[in-house]
C-alpha cells in the first residue's frame, strides 16, 4: 500500500459517519491483547457488513477525529520476547493477513492497521471469536444471532471478488488490462472515455473504486484480462497456465516445448488453444486424391476441456495453476482442486463450479460451451473418431482429464472398454436414446458378426453396477447408466 494510498484511505475513514465505519481510531494504546481482539472483531465485522476490509488507525483522537500523532511502533514493539506481528499471527485462527502500514502525515505520524474480512470461519484470538458493535468488543458467542448471519454471509465467499491490485489511477488500469480483448470478446462497441470504459468493466465486476476517487482490479478482472499475470500478486502469476510438450510417454523424457502464459485467461485463450492445436500429431487420410490433416484429438474437446480447467479450478490452492501436458500417448490436462460433483457425472449433472462469475463471463464470450453442454461434446467428438474412452481422475488436491492417442478395440485395456460403455451409454441416455449392443459396436468401431466382443464388455459393466437394463423385461434389449 503506498504512502499516498494510506493517506487518502486515512482521509476518507476519519470522514465517514460513525455508523457506515469500520474503523477503530486510537492515540496511543498498543497493548497487543487489545489489538488481537480488535483484529478479530473488525474482521468477522467486516464479514458481516460485506466490506472487504477493516482498519485501526493510531494518532487519530476518537472523540473528534483530529489528527494528534502518535509514538506506537509496531516493527520495534514486542510481546513476550517475539515482535508483535508474529506473536499476533500465531494467536489469530484462521491465518489473517493483516498489514501494519506508519505514514507521515502533516499533523503527526500515523499507524494503519488493515484488516481483511473473515473468509472461511469466524476469527479467533487466542481461542475466543470477537465482534466489533459500535466502540465495543464483545465476545462473539454472546451473540448468537450475529453468529449466524456471520456463517451465512461466509459460505458464499467468492474469490472472483477479492482484490488483485488497488489505489489505481484511470490510466493504470487501462494499462494493465486488455481493455480491447474484454470489448471484443463481449461483442460490445468500446466506449471513447476512460470514465466510460470504467463503468463498463464495473458492470461485470472486473474493476471496482477505491478510495480517493481510484480504482481497484478485481481477481475477477486480473484472471481473465491481465495483459501480464506476473504484474499482479505472486498468488495471482502463479494462476497462469503452463503448457509443455514431451517427446515420449513420461515426464523424465525430454522437454520439446514449453509456454507459461502470462496473458489473462480470455485474452490469452485463443492463443494458447491455437498452440496446442499446432503441437497435435496429424493423422492423413487421401480422398480423391487430395490429401488432408486431421488433429490426433478433436480440436472441440481440447478447447472445452481447457476451458472447463480454468473455471471449475479451486483458486484458493495457492501456488498452483492450470497444467497442460502433451506426451506421445496422451494428452493430459490438470487444474487444482477437487470436482464438485464426481467424475462419473461429469457428463450428465449440471456442472458446478466455485468460480460462477467466471464461469458465466467465459460462457458468455463463447470460449467454452453453454452450461452442461461441454462435456457431452468431449464424449462425442472422442467417440466419433474412435479414440479410447477420457478419462476424468480425482488425485490429491487436484483433477485431470487424459485423452489418449488412437487404439483400436483389441488394444484398449478392459477397465477402458468398460469406462467406454458406461460414457456411451450416459451419452444416449441424456440425448433421450439407450445404448444397444449395435450402438456400442459402432462406437468400437466392431462388425456386427464380433458383437460377442461388445456382449462382454456390457456384461463386466453390468457386474460393476455401471450401467443397468431400461427394461427388466427385455434385459439385452437396451442399457441405461445406473443412476437412470
Known amino acids: 500500500m503506498s504512502d499516498l494510498r494510506t493517506l487518502t484511505l486515512i482521509e476518507d475513514l476519519r470522514n465517514a459517519p460513525a455508523e457506515a465505519s469500520l474503523a477503530e481510531f486510537k492515540a496511543n494504546n498498543s497493548d497487543p491483547e487489545v489489538i ?20 485501526v488507525v493510531w494518532g487519530i483522537r476518537d472523540e473528534d477525529h483530529e489528527v494528534v500523532g502518535t509514538s506506537f511502533d509496531p516493527p520495534s514493539h514486542n510481546m513476550q520476547k517475539h515482535p508483535l506481528e508474529f506473536w499476533l499471527a500465531q494467536r489469530l485462527k484462521p491465518s489473517v493477513n493483516f498489514n ?21 470461519s469466524p476469527v479467533e484470538f487466542d481461542g475466543q471469536a470477537f465482534l466489533r458493535i459500535g466502540p465495543a468488543t464483545p465476545k462473539l458467542s454472546d451473540y448468537p444471532d450475529r453468529l449466524i ?24 488500469v487501462l494499462t494493465r488490462l486488455d481493455i480491447a480483448s474484454y470489448f471484443d470478446l463481449t461483442g460490445q462497441g468500446q466506449p471513447s472515455t476512460p470514465k466510460s470504459i470504467l463503468e463498463r468493466l464495473a458492470d461485470d465486476g472486473l474493476v471496482k473504486r477505491d478510495v480517493g476517487d481510484r480504482w481497484s482490479i478485481t481477481n475477477l478482472g486480473a484472471i481473465l484480462f491481465a495483459k501480464r499475470l506476473d504484474a499482479f500478486d505472486h498468488r495471482l502469476a502463479r494462476k497462469g497456465v503452463r503448457f509443455v510438450a514431451y517427446d515420449g510417454n513420461g515426464r523424465a523424457d525430454t522437454v520439446t516445448h514449453r509456454l507459461d502464459v502470462t496473458k489473462g485467461y480470455a485474452s490469452g485463450f485463443s492463443g494458447l488453444v491455437g498452440y496446442i492445436d499446432a503441437l497435435v500429431p496429424r493423422n492423413e487420410h487421401v480422398d480423391k486424391a487430395l490429401r488432408t490433416a486431421t488433429p490426433l484429438y478433436p480440436s472441440i474437446a481440447i478447447r472445452e476441456l481447457v476451458a472447463n480447467a480454468l473455471i471449475h479450478q479451486d483458486m484458493t490452492v495457492t501456488g498452483a495453476g492450470p497444467l497442460i501436458e502433451l506426451f506421445r500417448d496422451r494428452l493430459e490436462i490438470t487444474n487444482p482442486g477437487i470436482p464438485l460433483v464426481k467424475p462419473e457425472r461429469f457428463i ?10 467466471l464461469a458465466a463471463l467465459m460462457r458468455r464470450m463463447r470460449i467454452c460451451e453453454e452450461q452442461g453442454t461441454g462435456i457431452d461434446k468431449v464424449i462425442t467428438s472422442v467417440e466419433l473418431v474412435q479414440l479410447p474412452p477420457p478419462d476424468f481422475r480425482v488425485e490429491e488436491c487436484a483433477t485431470r482429464v487424459v485423452i489418449y492417442s488412437p487404439r483400436r478395440f483389441p ?9 467406454a460403455c458406461y460414457q456411451h451409454s450416459v451419452l444416449k441416455f441424456v440425448s433421450g436414446d439407450r445404448m444397444k449392443n449395435s450402438t456400442l459396436r459402432e462406437r468400437f ?40
Open 36 to 55: 488481537g481482539r480488535l483484529i478479530s472483531a473488525i474482521a468477522n465485522a467486516a464479514r458481516l457488513v460485506e466490506q472487504h476490509f477493516g482498519y
Open 100 to 120: 501494519f502500514k506508519t505514514v507521515e502525515h502533516a499533523k503527526g505520524r500515523l499507524v494503519l492497521l488493515e484488516i481483511p474480512a473473515a473468509t472461511i
Open 149 to 172: 448471519a456471520l456463517w451465512d454471509r461466509l459460505r458464499p465467499y467468492v474469490w472472483e471478488h477479492g482484490v488483485a491490485a488497488q489505489f489505481l489511477s484511470e490510466d493504470e
Open 348 to 357: 450428465d449433472a449440471a456442472p458446478r463450479s466455485r468460480n460462477e462469475a
Open 411 to 419: 488394444a484398449m485395456t478392459s477397465e477402458e472398454r468398460v469406462r
Open 445 to 484: 468401431g466392431i462388425e456386427a458378426q464380433n458383437a460377442a466382443q461388445v456382449s462382454k464388455v456390457i456384461k463386466l459393466a453390468l457386474n460393476k453396477g455401471l450401467i443397468r437394463s431400461a427394461d427388466p423385461e427385455q434385459p439385452q434389449a437396451a442399457y441405461v447408466p445406473f443412476w437412470a
